[in-house]
């Protein structure tokens, strides 16, 4: 074994066009007969103020079936208030490290220790296929680095050898067997073992039928490793659209169905302009752009990039919080000035974010009114807005407006009819006991409806005119338990347009 200490400060500092980089010293092997192993440990340590990543070249000779690697970092005790050390990893192959991505061959973020990769397998996260002959490059993220510095030692171990056989990867129908044109529930933020979750595939699906979902999304933390691993998960009852959760050190951003094999880079912040060319990228692979969690509390969660390149914003995730009411808040803001400025609108959407127990699949999910049970058609009702949010499968919404010619909209939909013109707006409410309607508009809430009885079944209308309301939304909010916050949510309606 040899021991290469690396010192940053003899490091060069290279802006490769997106976030800052240092690209370190190159570790080197010498070619072993077939069978053999040679492994080589290097250390050093980040200090604070260290670039988002750290590239660690390994000339890899040709020969190699395996290359497999470990790591491990201190962390030390830091004072309240301060952050504490994480250090993510990943791996690109001899094609580069320029961003786009075209050598990426995984990331498993802080979520593993250690990972391989053959051409016939490797660690969820990681891309299976050759290990060709080239400079490769260890990808560190020092997600947050201490006072203290972080010291990281990791360790390369090559086997040679002849390689396995490719595998080609198979992936999920992008349909599924409908109901023709109806309403079909689904979560689209979802995270396997592929990133940081602890649940397979199998078991996620098991948990989405369950849940009464009819469509899911994998949606693994930058990576597209899951894609080949969801053929088996998918069925005439559940189409399993596949994704990444582009995880950035601005925001995460869900991008929701994208043809099976997409990788989508994240290695930019929002001072780099970088996020509009890879917005494009996911929608020219037949996604959609969804910022998740916006007003997430964690590092790096808030959303930094501007709503200007998204199809849709996730309002709601996983059980619902008081980032979850700011984001709602700031949805609202967002709806607002598009109607002011007449331009095109943003729909919510809800998704479960889960990763392992107790995390609840399904929680929320997201209601789409689609022509089918197809990744198209499902996207077309998200990107329309004709959707709802439930806590569950026990609620569904029947949410309407109907002028006093019987002009109709539903959710998504816009009523024509003139600014004096009566307005009833219905909304016919199953599966939430004891909860409280109320309608929201351009001006704020403007009704709130008496609690619904025990039965969890209602009928709430109230009346307008689209002078008074450029939109209405409808909310299902449990009881408030004490002061004058409102109850959490437990469904959630994009809104329907009034007005010429």
């Avoid at 933390?221 to 053929?231: E, G, I, K, M, V």
């Avoid at 009885?453 to 338990?481: C, D, F, I, K, L």
């Amino acid at each position: 074994m040899c021991d290469d200490e690396h010192d940053i400060k003899r490091r060069t500092l290279v802006v490769t066009g997106a976030a800052a980089a240092l690209t370190l010293g190159s570790v080197t092997f010498a070619s072993a007969a077939d069978g053999e192993q040679e492994t080589r440990t290097i250390r050093g340590t980040l200090p604070t103020g260290s670039p988002d990543f750290v590239y660690v070249p390994v000339e890899v000779p040709s020969g190699v079936r395996e290359l497999k690697v470990a790591y491990t970092y201190d962390r030390p005790a830091v004072p309240t208030g301060t952050a504490g050390n994480a250090l993510d990893i990943g791996v690109f192959d001899e094609r580069g490290t320029e961003l786009g991505g075209e050598g990426f061959r995984g990331w498993s973020g802080g979520a593993r220790t250690e990972f391989f990769i053959r051409a016939d397998d490797a660690t969820p996260g990681y891309i299976p296929g050759p290990v060709r002959e080239g400079t490769w490059s260890i990808a560190l993220g020092p997600y947050t680095v201490a006072p203290q510095g972080l010291s990281y030692e990791i360790t390369i171990t090559l086997t040679y050898g002849e390689p396995g056989e490719v595998v080609e990867p198979v992936y999920p129908p992008q349909r599924a067997k409908g109901r023709g044109r109806a309403w079909y529930r689904g979560d689209c933020h979802l995270h396997s073992w592929h990133s940081d979750g602890r649940r397979t595939p199998a078991e996620i699906g098991a948990l989405a039928r369950a849940a009464g979902l009819d469509f899911i999304n994998t949606s693994e933390h930058n990576t597209h490793s899951a894609h080949a691993h969801w053929a088996d998960v998918a069925g005439d009852d559940l189409l399993v659209m596949l994704g990444e959760e582009i995880t950035t050190r601005n925001g995460h951003v869900v991008a929701l169905g994208t043809d099976p094999g997409t990788f989508i880079d994240w290695r930019y912040r929002a001072r780099d302009n970088r996020f509009g060319r890879f917005a494009r990228r996911v929608r020219r692979a037949g996604g959609l752009v969804v910022p998740a969690h916006p007003h997430a509390t964690c590092v790096g969660c808030g959303w930094r990039f501007g709503f200007g390149e998204a199809d849709a914003v996730e309002v709601w995730n996983g059980p619902y919080t008081p980032d979850d009411e700011v984001a709602l808040a700031d949805w609202d803001s967002v709806l607002v000035a598009s109607t002011r400025e007449g331009r095109a609108w943003l729909p919510a959407m809800g998704s479960s974010d889960a990763h392992r127990d107790p995390d609840v699949v399904g929680s929320p999910q997201t209601v789409v009114l689609a022509d089918d049970l197809t990744r198209e058609a499902i996207q077309e009702g998200i990107r329309a807005g004709r959707s709802y949010i439930a806590e569950s499968s026990r609620i569904s919404l029947d949410f309407t407006a109907v002028g006093g010619k019987g002009e109709h909209a539903g959710i998504g939909g816009r009523l024509k009819a003139a600014a004096d013109t009566p307005v009833t707006v219905r909304l016919d409410v199953t599966g939430a006991p004891r909860c409280t309607v109320r309608f929201v508009t351009d001006q704020g809430v403007l009704f709130t409806g008496a609690a619904l009885p025990v039965t969890g079944s209602g009928v709430v209308e109230w009346r307008t005119t689209p002078a008074y309301a450029a939109y209405v939304r409808a909310e299902v909010r449990h009881e408030t338990a004490a002061g004058p916050l409102p109850g959490a949510l437990a469904a959630l309606t994009n809104p329907i347009f009034l007005g010429r």
